[in-house]
């Protein structure tokens, strides 16, 4: 309905707020991590774009890990979970790769194979404050012209049945973000 009323040049402002939210303080069962989360959207040259982002705080004496029960949807092609459930990565694969605690890897910017989207995972470490992991993702859903365009079905599709993507990296991001895919800061905790 937002891309409808873009393309009419009607107000879509309200549309816009409502895929848009902050989610308030999530802690785990164990007390251990607490998660915020953020999403907002706009259209860009014509193309409805997401960015998600979930932010994970630590205490500082425990390592850099994710709570057991939380799984990680980057699209439906990409899942991460803190214990290997399978189909899923493990998230642990990039914390134990990552090269200090405070490392924000923007030079690490991944994309999806079968659909529109961009991702990342950040560390950074606060000191007393805690260890943070940051996980940032952006979606082009495209011109919503169509429920049949490619752009939205690489979404909606099990890789399987979707046809490869090509796109340069960061451009997804940068299209959102309004500057350089390296140039972004995550948002504050």
Not at 13 to 41: C, F, I
Not at 60 to 78: E, F, G, K, V, W
Request: net charge positive.
């Amino acid at each position: 309905m937002a891309m409808k009323l873009y393309r009419q040049g009607s107000d879509y402002s309200k549309l816009l707020k409502l895929l848009s939210h902050q989610s308030e303080n999530y802690v785990d069962s164990s007390y251990s991590t607490m998660e915020k989360r953020s999403a907002s959207s706009k259209v860009v040259a014509g193309s409805m774009f997401i960015r998600e982002q979930r932010r994970f705080m630590m205490p500082p004496i425990q390592p850099i890990t994710i709570s057991r029960n939380i799984i990680l949807s980057i699209c439906r092609h990409i899942l991460f979970s803190s214990w290997g459930y399978y189909g899923h990565r493990d998230i642990m694969d990039i914390v134990r790769r990552r090269e200090s605690r405070s490392y924000q890897n923007g030079k690490r910017l991944i994309k999806c194979k079968y659909c529109f989207t961009e991702f990342r995972i950040d560390f950074k470490e606060f000191g007393k404050r805690g260890n943070a992991i940051y996980v940032t993702k952006w979606q082009d859903l495209g011109h919503g012209l169509s429920p049949l365009d490619p752009k939205w079905q690489g979404h909606i599709l099990k890789d399987r049945l979707c046809k490869r993507v090509k796109f340069q990296l960061g451009s997804i991001c940068s299209a959102f973000e309004g500057k350089e895919h390296v140039e972004f800061e995550f948002d504050k905790l």
